[in-house]
C-alpha cells in the first residue's frame, strides 16, 4: 500500500511540475547574468506556471534608507548564501540570502567626492573570495565574507580605471570621465573588464584591459582603435588613434570557460553622429569581439555598423549557447543591437549562421563627412523593430497627434536607418534600442527571449558654435560640455535629458554645482572641468552675471588631424525623444514588446505588447507596450520573468504562449534584471526597484519573491 501511494505522489508530481527540494540544497546565482554565458537562466522549477500566482513579496531590502533615490540598474549575484548589490549610491552591500538581513556595507566614497553612475552588478572570484565592482573611476576588490578592501590588491584595495588608457597619446586623460557600468569578468587570474567614457570630441579610448585579480597590475590591453601595425589600423586615417576616443564596451561581456575567450560588444566612436575626420570602417567600433581572455589577443571580430554615425552602440552582453542548425549541433554568440537586429555567430570564427547582405545605403552626409558606401542587412531572425519610420507608422491616436507627427515628418528626411545626419533631421528608430542594456535570456532549447523598445527620436544636426573671446564665453562652454545631451536651446528631452532653459526654478546654483561634480543618472560626473569651468556653466544656466575669471584660451580654428581634443565642426542639438502633444509615442503601437526567437529556426515563437499606459486602456485602447529598461530572466519552471516597464509593474510570462500568468504592481520602476536562486530549498526571485529613472517616482528597495 505505501508503495502505491509513493508511486501515486510521484506521477502527481510529474503531472503538476512540482520539484521537491531538500531543506539544505542551494543553487547560487554567481555571475551577472546567472552563470559566464550571460544565459540569464536557471534549471530551477519550484517556482513555475501552474503556481506562479502564488508568489509573494518573502523580504524587502532598503537599500536607498538615508541615500539620495537616484535609479539602480543592479542585478545582483548570489554565492554562499549571500546576496551581493549597490546601492543608488554605489555602496557594495551583503545579505543574507534567504531573509535579507544586512551583514556588511561598504562604502567606496568615504572622505571623498563621490562620483555617481549606474552600475549592473558586481563581480566573485571564487578562489580568492573576493568581490570586484567598480565606482567611479577605481576598480575595488573587497573580502566576501567581511567586506573588507584586500590590502594587497592595487592601492590598498583599488586600482584607478585610467590605468593604461592613455599611455600611448600627447594628452593626459587622467582627468577624463572613465568609469564602468558594467562588471568585467573572470577567467582564471584574469579580470576582463570595459569601461564607460565620453561621447564627445574628448572622449578617452575605449580599450579593453586585462588586471591580475590578485595584484591589480594591468596585464594586457586590446586597442579598440587601432595603433600602427595593429590589425585594423588601415580602416582609419593614419593619426586617428591619437585623437579619437570612445568605441568601448560599456555593456558587459561574457566568457566561454572551455575556449578560454571572452566575447563582447563595442560603441560607436567619438564623437557621435559626425565623423568627418574618422573616414574609413572604423574597426572595432560597433563589433563583436572575440579575444583570448589571458593575452587579449584577438580571435575574431564581426563589425554590425560601419562608420557608425547614429550612437548604435552594442548595448548589452553577448549570450552563449548551443543550437540545432541544419541538423548539427553548433555552439554560437548571440547578440541583440540597439537597431533591433539579432545575429547568430559560429562561436569559433565569428561567421554568421543566417545568410547576411552588404547593401548600398546613402550617402549625401553633412560637408566634410564621408559616410560608408555600405551597411549589414541580416536575413534571419527578422528585426525585433521596426527599421525606418514610413507616412504609415505614424500615430492615428486622435486626428490632432497625427497631424503633429506629420507635420514634422514630412520636413524631416526618410526613406533608409542609414540616412546620414543632417541639418533637416530624421526621426529615426534605435537611439534607445531595439534591445538595451538589459540584455537577453536564452533557455534549455535555444529559445531567446528579448524585450525591445520602439520609439522615434528626432536626430537633427547644427553647425557648431565657435570660441570668438578670449577667455571663452559661459555660452561656449556649455555647448562645449552640455549641448550634446541638453541641445543648444538647453530643452533636452523629457526626464532623462531634462530641460534646461527654467532649471532656475527647480535648482539651486549649489544643486548644480554638485550634480557637475558628482553626476546623476545618464549624466557622468564633470570633475574633470575646472571648478571655474562649473561654475561658469551654473551661472549660465541661471542666467546670472557670472563674476568667475575664466582662463585665456586662443580662439578656436578649424580642428585638425592631431589634435585633442576633436572638435566637429557639426554637433547634434540633442537627445530628443518624439512624442505627440500628449505625451505618448509618435507612432502607431506596439511601442514596446517581449520577444521569443527559436535560434535554431531563426523564427519568431511569438511576439507579445510589454508594459501599458493604464489612461488609455481604461478608455478601451488595447495594450501598447511601453519603453523597457532592464532585461529577463527565463526558469526551467516554464516562465520568463520581467520588469522594466513605464507602469512600474513585474510580469511572469509562460514561455511557450507569451501569456501573462502573474504580475505585480511595484513601489516604484524597476528598472533592472530580475535573478533567481535556491537557499534552504525556497526559490527566490529578487529585482532591484529604484525607480527614479526617466522621471520616475524615487525607490531603492530589492524585493525578493517566493510562494
Known amino acids: 500500500m505505501l508503495r502505491f501511494v509513493l508511486l501515486l505522489f510521484g506521477l502527481l508530481c510529474l503531472l503538476s511540475n512540482c520539484h521537491q527540494s531538500s531543506e539544505t540544497e542551494t543553487t547560487e546565482w554567481p555571475f551577472y547574468g546567472g552563470n559566464a554565458a550571460g544565459n540569464r537562466y536557471s534549471e530551477l522549477r519550484e517556482i513555475n506556471v501552474q503556481n506562479v500566482s502564488s508568489l509573494k513579496v518573502a523580504w524587502t531590502y532598503h537599500a536607498a534608507k538615508g541615500e539620495n533615490p537616484f535609479e539602480m540598474q543592479c542585478q545582483p549575484i548570489m554565492v554562499n548564501g549571500i546576496l551581493y548589490g549597490t546601492t543608488p549610491l554605489l555602496k557594495l552591500f551583503a545579505l543574507k540570502a534567504d531573509t535579507g538581513e544586512e551583514l556588511w556595507k561598504f562604502d567606496p566614497f568615504e572622505n571623498q567626492i563621490p562620483t555617481f553612475h549606474p552600475i549592473r552588478g558586481v563581480t566573485y572570484w571564487p578562489e580568492?573570495?573576493?568581490?570586484?565592482?567598480?565606482?567611479?573611476?577605481?576598480?575595488?576588490?573587497?573580502?566576501?565574507?567581511?567586506?573588507k578592501l584586500v590590502e594587497e590588491f592595487g592601492e590598498r584595495g583599488s586600482i584607478d580605471l585610467h590605468v593604461g588608457v592613455g599611455d600611448h597619446l600627447d594628452h593626459h586623460v587622467d582627468g577624463l570621465p572613465v568609469d564602468a557600468t558594467s562588471p568585467g569578468i573572470i577567467y582564471k587570474h584574469t579580470l576582463v573588464l570595459g569601461s564607460r567614457v565620453g561621447e564627445g570630441g574628448d572622449a578617452a579610448p575605449g580599450s579593453i584591459r586585462g588586471f591580475d585579480v590578485r595584484t591589480?597590475?594591468?596585464?594586457?590591453?586590446?586597442?579598440?582603435?587601432?595603433?600602427?601595425?595593429?590589425?585594423?589600423y588601415d580602416t582609419w586615417p593614419k593619426e586617428a588613434w591619437k585623437y579619437f576616443g570612445a568605441a568601448n564596451n560599456w555593456g558587459g561581456m561574457v566568457l566561454d570557460e572551455k575556449r578560454g575567450v571572452v566575447y563582447l560588444g563595442t560603441g560607436s566612436a567619438s564623437s557621435d553622429f559626425y565623423g568627418g575626420a574618422r573616414e574609413g570602417q572604423n574597426l572595432f567600433s560597433d563589433c563583436i569581439l572575440a579575444l583570448d581572455a589571458e593575452t587579449g589577443k584577438r580571435k575574431w571580430h564581426f563589425q554590425t555598423i560601419h562608420h557608425d554615425l547614429w550612437d548604435r552602440d552594442?548595448?548589452?552582453?553577448?549570450?552563449?549557447?548551443?543550437?540545432?542548425?541544419?541538423?548539427?549541433k553548433l555552439e554560437v554568440v548571440t547578440q541583440t543591437t540597439k537597431d533591433g537586429l539579432v545575429y547568430v555567430l559560429n562561436r569559433d570564427t565569428g561567421e554568421s549562421l543566417f545568410p547576411l547582405e552588404e547593401r548600398a545605403v546613402p550617402t549625401d552626409g553633412l560637408p566634410g563627412e564621408k559616410p560608408y558606401p555600405t551597411q549589414l542587412y541580416p536575413s534571419k531572425p527578422a528585426p525585433l523593430t521596426r527599421q525606418f519610420l514610413t507616412e504609415e507608422d505614424i500615430t492615428d491616436r486622435t486626428p490632432e497627434a497625427r497631424a503633429f507627427v506629420l507635420k514634422r515628418f514630412r520636413e524631416t528626411r526618410s526613406g533608409n536607418k542609414f540616412i546620414p545626419p543632417s541639418k533637416e533631421g530624421t526621426l529615426m528608430y534605435g537611439m534607445g534600442g531595439g534591445a538595451e542594456w538589459g540584455g537577453s535570456a536564452i533557455d534549455e532549447n535555444g529559445i531567446l527571449y528579448q524585450n525591445a523598445n520602439e520609439m522615434i527620436w528626432d536626430l537633427g544636426m547644427e553647425e557648431r558654435k565657435k570660441q570668438v573671446h578670449?577667455?571663452?564665453?559661459?555660452?561656449?562652454?556649455?555647448?562645449?560640455?552640455?549641448?550634446?545631451?541638453?541641445?543648444?536651446?538647453?530643452?533636452?528631452?523629457?526626464?532623462?535629458?531634462?530641460?534646461?532653459?527654467?532649471?532656475?526654478?527647480?535648482?539651486?546654483?549649489?544643486?548644480l554645482l554638485n550634480i557637475m561634480k558628482t553626476g546623476r543618472g545618464r549624466m557622468p560626473s564633470f570633475q574633470h572641468l575646472p571648478d571655474q569651468t562649473r561654475e561658469a556653466i551654473a551661472d549660465y544656466l541661471l542666467n546670472l552675471k557670472s563674476k568667475v575669471k575664466l582662463p585665456a584660451q586662443p580662439v578656436a580654428k578649424a580642428p585638425k588631424p592631431g589634435t585633442f581634443?576633436?572638435?566637429?565642426?557639426?554637433?547634434?542639438?540633442?537627445?530628443?525623444?518624439?512624442?505627440?502633444?500628449?505625451?505618448?509615442?509618435?507612432?502607431?503601437?506596439?511601442?514596446?514588446?517581449?520577444?521569443?526567437?527559436?535560434?535554431?529556426?531563426?523564427?519568431y515563437l511569438w511576439r507579445v505588447p510589454l508594459g501599458e499606459f493604464p489612461a488609455l486602456t481604461q478608455r478601451g485602447m488595447p495594450v501598447t507596450g511601453t519603453e523597457s529598461y532592464g532585461g529577463p530572466l527565463v526558469t526551467a519552471g516554464g516562465l520568463v520573468f520581467i520588469a522594466a516597464t513605464k507602469d512600474e509593474r513585474f510580469r511572469a510570462f509562460d514561455k511557450k504562449t507569451g501569456k501573462v500568468v502573474w504580475e505585480y504592481q511595484l513601489p516604484a520602476g524597476g528598472f533592472a534584471t530580475p535573478m533567481t536562486y535556491q537557499m534552504k530549498g525556497k526559490q527566490y526571485i529578487v529585482l532591484a526597484v529604484g525607480g527614479s529613472k526617466n522621471g520616475h517616482k524615487p525607490g531603492g528597495y530589492y524585493l525578493a519573491f517566493s510562494l
Request: a neutral charge; charged letters at 20%.
Open 470 to 511: 578670449r577667455p571663452p564665453s559661459a555660452e561656449i562652454l556649455y555647448l562645449d560640455n552640455c549641448s550634446i545631451c541638453h541641445g543648444g536651446d538647453k530643452k533636452g528631452s523629457g526626464t532623462e535629458y531634462p530641460n534646461l532653459s527654467a532649471i532656475a526654478s527647480r535648482l539651486t546654483k549649489q544643486d
Open 314 to 328: 552594442i548595448p548589452c552582453p553577448p549570450n552563449l549557447t548551443t543550437i540545432t542548425h541544419q541538423g548539427k
Open 565 to 603: 581634443p576633436y572638435e566637429p565642426p557639426y554637433v547634434n542639438t540633442g537627445w530628443k525623444r518624439f512624442l505627440d502633444p500628449d505625451g505618448y509615442p509618435a507612432i502607431k503601437p506596439p511601442w514596446g514588446t517581449l520577444n521569443a526567437i527559436d535560434l535554431n529556426t531563426g523564427e
Open 128 to 147: 580568492g573570495k573576493r568581490i570586484f565592482y567598480t565606482a567611479g573611476s577605481r576598480l575595488f576588490a573587497l573580502e566576501a565574507e567581511t567586506g
Open 216 to 232: 591589480g597590475k594591468l596585464t594586457w590591453i586590446f586597442h579598440t582603435i587601432p595603433h600602427p601595425g595593429e590589425f585594423g
